[in-house]
């Protein structure tokens, strides 16, 4: 989760500095030392390092006073992976009036040749701007003469009009630094909120207060400067079970509060929440749109009207219908694109279109129903202490019936009702109402499990292992199994793609019950079959796993800083019954095992036994929590371990 704080503009342990400050380090300068010591607690796996990155932003206060900010970097280039970093890709943000530009920038390669340090100036005219999108140019270049062994200095001013956010500063990139500083001078009369995000604990934490810095015309104000340093910072990996790499990075975050003016005028630029309220509900493509949405769905919902009277049912059967009416285009969006009586007619929208289309509905229906923003797993997560709109790219829909809250999303036909798609699974959401009592937050909770159950029935005939394979599969993994076989382009094809990952067995035959009956578990019934081994026809092998099993523990890291985020508990259940002829006896099988997480956070059991000819065999593994923290990692890291070997183990069998 983001670690956050905020930070008034002026405080009270900030000292009164008057002379000149020297920020930043000498540009130009290289020691043999930078290019020859080893780096100490550094991943020696890095393909580049930062030896020393500083960064300073500020007001301007000359002209249309501005956000300037000064950059300064230094990269050791330790291997051919590395030599990316020579090649700097700068995002300038742009609007229809204005836009980011780069005022100045240097550059310098070094090399150690022959124990010699030899220089390369960067080129200024070997500068290119490409036009990624509306709203964002790139400005590239490429540092010359890096090879393996390089250390790289590059120096640019970046100035920018787009003052709300700052700077945001991000202490951790994809490669180890050894140093990272930031500053911050922020005149009296600009308040920002400021919040410091991630894991990792700063080394410089300082503030002053800098007398008369922001002069522009006649008027005078006091700065305040914030001093922000972290070393020897740790690359970020990503891991798998992981929300947005945003949530996590240690960074700096700022965002405009207000900016009292020379004259007197104080321009407030924080919102509260039912501002937000009120913004939403009076905007022309969201709660005005419900308000029309309303006729819209009218006639459909007095028809449903006539023949449901319980409310949930009712609500089952208008979430039915707008889900099976609209085909989702493939967009995320809280706000709707072209209006609901476009997309109704059309039949097809973004997820505004769709979910809003569908709080109209239910509002028809005298329904107690409302829109949730909320950020997918992939933007990260919102801020709860101030509304920051922007940080919202998705609307689902709350309803309350006979007390319980139901959470809907109608864009997918394979959602059955209640449940969310994985990627909006992500802490909480915010309702958006008219009255005050029902807006606020909302957790985001899986209603679902990722639940399946295999039952492998089989035994040994003549040459061949032979047998049924029933996988009955509800809850996540249920809408995920029915996604991956409706995006192929047959049954076959799918059958096809499941023989790839069944190891030695061979696919019999496939079919399936329950595929369009989203109210029931999904059940796939396989017929199976293994040839010996012809070598050696003495010993017989079986990985009873042979399919669907965990190929690796997706857990490798020693340790681990941010939470492990399944999306949604998980349930699997593996059984086995195993007939062989009294001409073989069990050489070798997996060893019974259990084995449970603190906390009651989840078990792995697995029961074996040999009756007379017989192998029996139960494996359950129970993950009963959502998210762990990094407290709990090495228990859930070592319980994936004995998963993997478990499950790569096999059944032998030697004649008598």
Known sequence: MKLRFLIFMLVCSSSYVYAQYVNGFPYGKITYEEFTKRLINQDTSASAIILNEFGEAYIDDDGENNLLLEYHVKIKIVSKQGLDKANFEIPLRKSERSKETIRSIEGITYNLVNNSITTTRFDTKQVFTTNLHQYQDVYKFTMPAAAVGSII???YTL??????NFWP??????IPKLKSEFWARIPGNYIYNMSLQGFLKLHMNESALIKDCFTPGANKADCALYKYSMIDVPAFVDEDYMTARSNFISGINFELSEIKHFDGRIVKYTRTWRDVDKELNTDENFGIQIRKGKNIWADKIAGISKTESDPLKKALSIYEMIRDWFVWNGTYGKYTDEGLKKAFESRKGNIGDINLSLVAALQEAGLSAHPVILATRQVGLPNQLYPVISDFNYVIVSVDILGEKYLLDASDHFLPF??????CLNGSGRIISKTEAESGWVDIKPREKKKQQITLTI?????KFKGDLLIVS???EAYNKRKAINSEESIEVYKNKMQQNSHSFQIV???????????KPLMEKVEVESLLDSSNPNILYLNPFFIERWEHNPFKATQRLYPVDFGAPMESTFILNLDYPDSYFVDEMPSSAAMALPQNGGKFL???TNPENKILMTSIINLSKVVYTSNEYHALKELFNRIVNIQQSQIVLKKK
């Open 459 to 463: 035994s040994f005939n003549g040459n």
């Open 509 to 519: 035959s496939y079919s399936l019950e329950n595929f369009n009956d989203l109210s």
């Open 159 to 164: 100035e920018s009009p787009f003052i709300f």
């Open 474 to 476: 509800s809850g996540y």
């Open 169 to 174: 500063w991000k202490f951790q990139s994809d």
């Open 418 to 423: 209640g449940l969310l798609p994985e990627r």
């Open 606 to 608: 697995v029961n074996i």
């Open 153 to 155: 200095e590059v120096r």
